[in-house]
């Protein structure tokens, strides 16, 4: 079975969960028996690019051209254009694909055009929703409507949608009135086999760059964007250090809010204590998982979790708000800390347990890296995925276009 997969992150280039999702579900497919060529676009003004794996074939194409002072909607038509060119010349050279599997709207439009032009089934993995960022509430603004159109039409062209929670799953019935039998659920992942492993001592001199030895090394890492709830977090602050009054914040991540949480941070007086480290890379942000005394995610939003998951490989504690995909990959008080969603207060509460009592939290991190490895490997995840393409390409095979 040949599959083009469509995604707009790739890694080197992530800006979130979705990118790591690709990189290693594609892999993990090819374990499967799957033949899949990748096509991504490659922001930077450099030739299109091959990379070959086994079993697999990226294709990077150029999109230097599109027009940055646009927003991100206009953005993404104009790189489909360029993306729907070179998939219809790697289209020739591969003889036809079995199945078309694109991963949220932002490539949907060259997906969309390719399944017309070659009557070929398309599978869509939805990882979020822009009314769900919005929290049902949308504003009358022209971009989140026209993007909400595009998941609209991209959910109602797939033969098949994969949710990767039930909270999507959920949404996807709710907001595009999908019927039930047309929704898959399959969770996100983790690789525990590779990630890297840290000696006791370069844990210590990566966190005595943040924290003086014993003091608490509180991280979170995510967009700057105000559905991660980043403010929450840092209005709790000024109660866990009262408790402990050496604890250090350390945010990692990059986006438009950057400015007005440091600005917060400046107002209540607490620059001391908080670090803002910008964008860290996959190693960066392990260390400071493998090394903090708990991960916080304060998110208002938040259709999967991946991001917790990535805390808890790694032994660290996690303090998630209870919603959306996050209360589905953590169970309170047994693998982490619930805490209620935009509440600051709650915030500090949850931090404060796992600070406080130490076995607690060791306890909490044991029980969360054995669920890991039961319920989130990318072969069990591949397996199902693959069922989904035999399934829809079994299915198109009886039927007239």
């Known amino acids: 079975m040949k599959v ?3 995604s707009w992150e790739f890694p080197p280039l992530i800006d979130g969960g979705l990118g ?3 990189a290693e579900l594609v892999p993990a497919l090819c374990r499967q028996g799957v033949n899949i060529h990748v096509l991504t676009p490659y922001p930077e003004p450099k030739q299109s690019a091959e990379e070959i794996g086994p079993g697999y074939v990226i294709h990077r194409v150029n999109i230097a051209a599109i027009d940055r002072s646009k927003d991100i909607y206009v953005q993404a038509q104009q790189a489909n254009k360029l993306l729907y060119e070179a998939a219809g010349q790697l289209w020739a050279e591969a003889g036809g694909f079995d199945l078309i599997h694109v991963h949220d709207w932002l490539v949907s439009f060259a997906a969309l055009r390719l399944k017309e032009t070659y009557r ?7 990882h979020a929703t822009e ?19 595009a998941e609209n039409r991209l959910t109602f ?4 949608v994969i949710a990767c929670s039930r909270h999507m799953l959920d949404e996807l019935r709710h907001y595009f009135d999908l019927p039930a039998d047309k929704i898959d659920m399959i969770p996100n992942g983790i690789n525990t086999a590779t990630l890297p492993q840290f000696s006791p001592e370069a844990l210590a001199h990566f966190r005595q760059q943040y924290v003086i030895p014993q003091a608490p090394l509180i991280f979170s890492v995510g967009r700057m964007v105000y559905e991660k ?20 914040l350390v945010l990692a991540g990059k986006g438009p809010l950057l400015g007005f949480l440091q600005s917060i941070v400046g107002d209540m007086g607490i620059q001391e204590h908080v670090h803002f480290v910008g964008f ?6 392990d260390k400071f998982f493998a090394s903090a005394s708990c991960a916080v995610f304060p998110s208002l939003y938040e ?6 998951l990535e805390a808890m490989a790694f032994n660290c504690p996690v303090v998630v708000s209870n919603l959306n995909g996050l209360a589905e990959v953590v169970e309170h008080l047994k693998t982490g800390v619930f805490v209620y969603p935009d509440n600051s207060e709650s915030a500090a509460w949850g931090v404060l347990q796992v600070l406080q009592k130490p076995l607690f939290a060791q306890q909490l991190a044991e029980n969360a890296r054995q669920v890991i490895e039961e319920k989130y490997s990318w072969s069990y995840i591949a397996q199902q995925t693959a069922l989904v393409y035999r399934r829809v390409v079994a299915e198109r095979a009886d039927t007239d276009w």
Do not use: Y
Not at 120 to 126: D, K, Q, R, S
Not at 280 to 285: G, H, K, N, Q, S
């Open 4 to 6: 083009l997969v469509l």
């Open 20 to 22: 790591r999702h690709v």
């Open 120 to 126: 070929c089934p398309l599978v869509a993995t939805m």
């Open 131 to 149: 009314r769900g960022r919005w929290r049902g509430h949308i504003p009358d603004d022209s971009l989140p409507q026209a993007i909400i159109a």
């Open 157 to 160: 062209e797939a033969w098949r």
């Open 229 to 248: 709830g980043q403010h929450v977090l840092l209005g709790a602050m000024p109660t866990i250090l009262t408790v402990f009054p050496q604890a250090k």
């Open 280 to 285: 860290v890379d996959d190693l960066e942000r």
């Open 303 to 308: 259709p999967f979790g991946i991001v917790a």
